[in-house]
């Protein structure tokens, strides 16, 4: 004999538990046998519980029999679709039972259905959003005039702001002043002589010399400043007034180097070693590492 459950306006009771796919639920339930002697009036009220994952598609069907055993059949009385109406009333009778039968189930993982009795009849019940009316000093009500948003008059200061747009959206054709405090509290606009204050923390970064020195740099490739996993830069600097000095890796040629030309300076943003080449004999090249 399938379980039977008694659902009354004092409770909110599972007629569903721990669905994960299509099917009718193993429960049959009616209305509490207290509430049909003293005829109260009232329909059942169903909403989703314990929703597990990210439902796509999703509908449950509230059927009805008049018995349960030998020759039971069951037809539906309601569908209910609870992504786009999370509430569902329905009217209920005063004999038989319902169940509930769910015949979409889409990208979610398991759901409950839980019901109660609703107070008053089924179609007095109100499961979507309600009217509001706002009404002046004189109690005359302020409508949308048709437009069905409520229409708010600013008195003074707010509105809207013309330098604010939506992300990935084309940017605003105004702006926002930026502006500053005095020392009396008062707000005063950014320009050359009354910049943005900018606190630079303890922690922040301050580049440092590290070292210098003078590399003799010759016909084949030339260690000029060896790898340092802290190193900011390196300024290089060719003081010749006629030799040029091919700047690159271990490999560097007179072909394939960076040229520093006489009386010339490179800054190099790595920490990997760095080489140099001259064409013939030797020249001199410093360096000034910052880390």
Do not use: H
């Amino acid at each position: 004999m399938p379980t039977r459950i008694n659902v009354s306006r004092s409770a909110i009771v599972p007629v569903l538990s721990g669905a994960t796919g299509i099917g009718a639920s193993p429960l049959y339930f009616c209305k509490d046998s207290v509430q049909k002697r003293e005829g109260e009036p009232g329909g059942f009220l169903f909403g989703l519980f314990n929703v597990v994952g990210v439902f796509t598609g999703l509908t449950v069907n509230v059927e009805f029999s008049p018995g349960i055993g030998t020759g039971e059949y069951w037809e539906t009385v309601a569908t209910w679709s609870p992504l786009a109406q999370p509430l569902l009333v329905t009217p209920c009778s005063e004999s038989g039972f319902y169940r509930v039968n769910v015949t979409q189930f889409t990208g979610g993982t398991s759901l409950d259905v839980w019901a109660t009795v609703a107070n008053g009849t089924a179609s007095s019940v109100t499961t979507s959003a309600s009217d509001v009316s706002i009404f002046d000093s004189s109690g005359n009500a302020l409508d949308s005039n048709g437009s069905g948003a409520l229409n708010v008059a600013v008195v003074s200061g707010g509105g809207s702001n013309a330098s604010v747009g939506a992300n990935n959206g084309t940017a605003p054709s105004s702006s926002t002043q930026v502006g500053t405090l005095d020392a009396g509290g008062k707000l005063q606009a950014v320009s050359a002589t009354n910049p943005v204050p900018v606190t630079v923390g303890a922690g922040s970064y301050v580049p440092a010399l590290n070292a210098t020195n003078q590399i003799l740099v010759a016909s084949g490739p030339t260690l000029i400043i060896a790898s340092n996993a802290s190193r900011q830069g390196v300024l290089i600097t060719n003081p010749s007034a006629t030799v040029m000095v091919y700047i690159g890796i271990s490999t560097v040629t007179t072909t394939d180097g960076a040229i520093l030309g006489p009386g010339q300076s490179i800054t190099i943003p790595v920490t990997s070693e760095i080489y140099g080449v001259v064409a013939t004999g030797t020249q001199v090249v410093s360096y000034i590492e910052v880390v």
